[in-house]
């Protein structure tokens, strides 16, 4: 069997940050268990060009090769992803626990509906895994 070297690992999802966490899907969980597990053996990026594209959508920021960049990124067989896509409940419920300088529930629901049209895009990449759990835990490595 034909095997690729990990150079890049992606973690991805919808975020909400305050000054104690980063997130709401369960990437900041889920980099530190990776971490654990393959004692720092991969770079793991908290977030991608996906990312980058949601939110030069989302707030009409001038990018002019946010798709190209996006496209050869998710190309390359060498990046992997990792999509965290919870249902938007448990997103909303995270957030109001943790609040926001940015965000308010209709922007982070905003945030959640652009990256679930994304892990509905990309799901079919054989480089991307898409998980709708909020547990970092189920996720597979």
């Known amino acids: 069997m034909l095997k690729f070297p990990t150079k890049n690992l ?3 999802g919808p975020d ?8 709401c899907s369960g990437k900041t969980t889920l980099v530190k268990k990776i971490h654990e ?3 720092y053996k991969w770079h793991v990026h908290d977030r991608s060009q996906i990312s980058r594209k949601i939110f030069k959508e989302m707030y009409s920021r001038n990018l002019p090769f946010s798709d190209s960049d996006l496209s050869t990124e998710v190309s390359d067989l060498n990046n992997r992803y990792i999509l965290l896509v919870p249902d938007p409940d448990l997103i909303l419920e995270r957030f109001k626990e943790r609040g926001d300088e940015i965000h308010n529930s209709k922007s982070i629901i905003d945030v959640w509906s652009r990256f679930s ?10 480089n991307v895994l898409v998980y709708y759990s909020g547990d970092a ?3 597979s490595l």
């Open 37 to 39: 597990i393959t004692e």
């Open 137 to 139: 835990n189920a996720v």
């Open 117 to 126: 049209e994304a892990s509905e895009k990309y799901f079919s990449f054989p």
């Open 16 to 23: 909400c940050s305050d000054r104690k966490s980063t997130d």
């Open 10 to 12: 992606f973690i991805e």
